[in-house]
């Protein structure tokens, strides 16, 4: 059974940075792909940024680029996403998911691609 935990986050400034971790159990994910969302109550939840295990290929969405990192430590199982430059609109619960790869034109953006969930970790900040 997969079981994905997180950790980090909290209360920050803007302009401070941040790294969440999302460590990883129950399967060999040679052929997953790994992906950070974000959500806001009353809104849905939205795509930050995906990594596969296999090569390290990394998608981002527009809002966060230049900012934010994501990485994997596969000795670990762990991946990672460095918050930097933070802004008040990034207050939001951070949610990482994984799955097996998908292959359409950006599938790792849709939630219903993950069977897999962390169990989310709030990060707040303050202007």
């Known amino acids: 059974q997969v079981q994905l935990v997180e950790s980090g986050g909290g209360l920050v400034q803007a302009g401070d940075s941040v790294r969440l971790s999302c460590a990883a159990s129950?399967?060999?994910?040679?052929?997953?792909?790994w992906v950070w969302f974000r959500q806001v109550p009353g809104k849905e939840r939205e795509f930050v940024e995906a990594i596969r295990w296999s090569n390290g290929e990394t998608n981002y969405a527009d809002s966060v680029k230049g900012r934010f990192i994501i990485s994997r430590d596969k000795t670990k199982n762990t991946v990672y996403l460095q918050m930097g430059s933070l802004r008040p609109e990034d207050t939001a619960v951070y949610y990482c998911a994984a799955d097996t790869d998908c292959y359409g034109s950006g599938c790792y953006e849709s939630v219903s691609e993950y069977d897999y969930w962390g169990q989310g970790t709030q990060v707040t900040v303050s202007s």
């Open positions: 129950g399967s060999t994910f040679s052929t997953w792909i």
